[in-house]
């Protein structure tokens, strides 16, 4: 595997964990907020 | 999920799918209409739904609709493959493999299921499902690579997002969200017929049994007529019936007029040069236009009218 390839690899790796990272911590906000609006929906 | 792949024009190296290749996957751009179409049944549904619930509802509908067409182009990789319009996409491009695609629509379908049913209710969570389906087992790959009739029948896989965001709200269905089902699945043939009447050859060269491949470009001109005339019947039952007011009812008397004047061109026309196919491309942008009015006006409305 040549440099180029290997920094390939590791950018798209690093671009999809930033992207797992913000859904991850969309979902619990969202999550969150779902679980407010059910209690304060009774 | 496995979603390494090689790519063409680096063969020795697997390389993990980019993330914008999953976002591809999922026809943002079909999205649009499917997102707010559902988000106007939802608002124009009797009763409230906190914003955060109705969010969560149209982000379900999102969802459904990207897991469809995710499972779309997971069947559908060879025939996208031979198709111009298609041929770009992150399955044909082999910049992602079959399997990696299928575990993302299925997993993105049952999420956006599961989460309907747990935020609003399981009845529009069910519909979501049938809807999501309906689309990839009825349309895809039952109806699309057998008849012409692929898009009259399987336009019902895209007239559920109104039912949805109506059934999200209220728990049930109506007279007025199944109205605007019938005015989405008679709008469908004229749509989707006027823009393959000019990618003819598209569907063609994948072997896709499209009306203007099998009957020709004039029975389809006359069938795009003839689905206009139907639609516009559907278009005017909501007001005709007292649904809605008379702001739905003056947009969709001159919107469904506009659609009319477009649909008589196209029958009119003898073009058979696709490049040189103005009056089925100006149809074809307009019908996106339509709908969007259209389902805006119910909601201005119903906001205005409130009953």
């Known amino acids: 595997m040549t440099p180029e390839e290997q920094n390939l690899i590791q950018a798209r790796q690093r671009a999809r964990s930033r992207v797992t990272a913000i859904i991850l911590f969309a979902l619990v906000i969202l999550f969150f907020g779902i679980a407010v609006a059910k209690i304060m929906g009774g | ?307």
């Open chain 2, 1 to 307: 999920m496995s979603i390494l792949t090689r790519e063409p024009d680096s063969p020795s190296v697997p390389l993990p799918a980019d993330w914008r290749d999953l976002v591809a996957l999922t026809k943002p751009r079909v999205m649009t209409l499917v997102v707010f179409t559902g988000l106007c049944g939802l608002l124009a549904a009797p009763g409230s739904l906190s914003p955060v619930l109705a969010f969560t509802a149209v982000l379900c509908i999102a969802l459904g609709a990207g897991a469809a067409g995710a499972l779309n182009q997971w069947y559908e990789v060879d025939r996208d493959a031979k198709m111009k319009r298609t041929a770009t996409r992150p399955l044909p491009a082999g910049r992602m493999t079959r399997e990696g695609a299928l575990h993302f629509g299925v997993g993105l379908a049952c999420f956006s299921v599961l989460l309907m049913g747990v935020a609003t209710n399981w009845f529009a969570a069910a519909i979501l499902a049938v809807s999501i389906l309906f689309y990839v087992f009825i349309y895809t790959i039952w109806l699309k690579p057998r008849t012409a009739q692929n898009i009259v029948i399987g336009g019902a896989a895209g007239a559920f997002p109104p039912l949805i965001g109506w059934a999200a709200v209220t728990g049930d269905v109506a007279a007025l969200p199944i109205a605007l089902f019938m005015l989405i699945f008679f709008w469908t043939p004229p749509h989707f017929w006027a823009l393959a009447l000019f990618v003819r050859m598209d569907y063609a060269n994948a072997g896709i049994p499209m009306l203007p491949v099998v009957a020709g470009e004039t029975v389809t001109r006359r069938q795009i007529l003839f689905y206009t005339s139907i639609m516009g019947a559907a278009a005017l039952a909501p007001v005709l019936f007292q649904l809605t007011g008379l702001i739905y009812g003056f947009t969709a008397l001159v919107a469904t007029g506009i659609f009319a004047v477009l649909a008589v061109q196209v029958a009119m026309s003898r073009e058979t040069d696709p490049a040189q196919m103005k009056a089925e491309r100006r149809l074809f942008k307009y019908s996106v236009l339509y709908l969007f009015l259209l389902f805006g006006a119910v909601v201005v409305d119903h906001w205005m009218l409130p009953a």
